[in-house]
């Protein structure tokens, strides 16, 4: 069994900040990569940012200079802080993990069951 627990969410007012964590938990051989998708209401699921075991990263064009994605591997967690904050951004936020389970397993995506975060003008 994998758990992804996300911790962060929130309200805050336009221009603000926020860091988003994701710690991945359980039976847990190794992690090919972990990041944030998010869905705002009426919405489909959208990646938002995503990081490689090799630190590899990429982002959505919406985020792009606002929003650093890093991980801890030791602690098998990812965290998202954003910055500057808009309406927009308002959604909730789900943390997934690419991971093997065991060594034979095959890479499988795990998902968190999402923090909210809402964002004043």
């Known amino acids: 069994q994998v758990q992804l627990l996300e911790s962060g969410g929130g309200l805050v007012q336009a221009g603000g900040s926020l860091r988003l964590s994701c710690a991945a938990s359980g039976r847990i051989w190794s992690i090919n990569a972990m990041g944030w998708y998010r869905q705002a209401p009426g919405k489909q699921r959208d990646l938002v940012a995503s990081i490689t075991s090799g630190s590899s990263t990429s982002y959505a064009e919406s985020v792009k200079g606002r929003c650093t994605i890093s991980r801890d591997s030791a602690k098998n967690t990812v965290y998202l802080q954003m910055d500057s904050l808009k309406p927009e951004d308002t959604a909730v936020y789900y943390c997934?993990?690419?991971?093997?389970?065991?060594?034979?397993?095959?890479?499988?995506?795990?998902w968190g069951e999402g923090t909210l975060v809402t964002v004043s003008s």
């Open positions: 997934y993990a690419d991971l093997w389970s065991t060594k034979w397993s095959g890479g499988m995506d795990y």
